[in-house]
């Protein structure tokens, strides 16, 4: 339950910053995108939090929760966990390549006049990164209300 919450946060700001990305560039190509980091410095770094948190890197909520699942899995399920992490190093070479490839590389000339995160974008994406950073430094402060609604989901389909 907490790599859903870690992932949706994640997942969620990815896509809220995609489409902030393609409304200034116009465009969904990652061919046609490059060099956004110097128009969009604020925008490129919560991308980078968002593809870090996704990626697991320690202190962030997506390292907590694949910590926890793997290391939960691993005695029970040893290939499958082997095949889930060999998958995630897949994953975040695909993260870190359209991240390169957006935001880095040359500056276009098209992208000039693109315009960095607005106040009503920070006012969602700050507190996005917030929860990320609360999950993966305290996990211990959600984990008891996931536990209690697990439980009672459980008791309730066992007839309890």
Request: glycine content about 12%; charged content about 10%; proline content about 4%.
């Given at each position: 339950?907490?790599?859903?919450?870690?992932?949706?946060?994640?997942?969620?700001?990815?896509?809220?910053?995609?489409?902030?990305?393609?409304?200034?560039?116009?465009?969904?190509?990652?061919?046609?995108?490059?060099?956004?980091a110097a128009q969009?410095?604020?925008?490129?770094?919560?991308?980078?939090?968002?593809?870090l948190t996704l990626?697991?890197?320690?202190?962030?909520?997506?390292?907590?929760?694949?910590?926890?699942?793997?290391?939960?899995?691993?005695?029970?399920?040893?290939?499958?966990?082997?095949?889930?992490?060999?998958?995630?190093?897949?994953?975040?070479?695909?993260?870190?390549?359209?991240?390169?490839?957006?935001?880095?590389?040359?500056?276009?000339?098209?992208?000039?006049?693109?315009?960095?995160?607005?106040?009503?974008?920070?006012?969602?994406?700050?507190?996005?990164?917030?929860?990320?950073?609360?999950?993966?430094?305290?996990?211990?402060?959600?984990?008891?209300?996931?536990?209690?609604?697990?439980?009672?989901?459980?008791?309730?389909?066992?007839?309890?």
């Amino acid at each position: 339950m907490l790599l859903l919450v870690a992932r949706g946060l994640s997942t969620a700001m990815l896509m809220l910053l995609s489409g902030a990305v393609e409304e200034r560039t116009r465009t969904r190509s990652i061919k046609a995108l490059g060099g956004l980091a110097a128009q969009l410095p604020r925008l490129a770094g919560f991308w980078f939090f968002a593809v870090l948190t996704l990626m697991g890197i320690p202190l962030l909520a997506g390292f907590v929760a694949e910590f926890l699942l793997f290391t939960g899995s691993f005695p029970a399920h040893r290939i499958a966990t082997v095949l889930v992490l060999a998958t995630l190093v897949i994953n975040t070479g695909g993260l870190l390549w359209v991240a390169h490839r957006v935001f880095f590389g040359p500056v276009k000339d098209t992208f000039a006049r693109a315009k960095d995160a607005t106040a009503l974008e920070l006012s969602y994406l700050i507190p996005m990164v917030g929860a990320g950073l609360f999950v993966g430094l305290r996990p211990g402060a959600l984990t008891p209300v996931i536990t209690n609604g697990i439980l009672q989901i459980t008791t309730r389909l066992s007839g309890g």
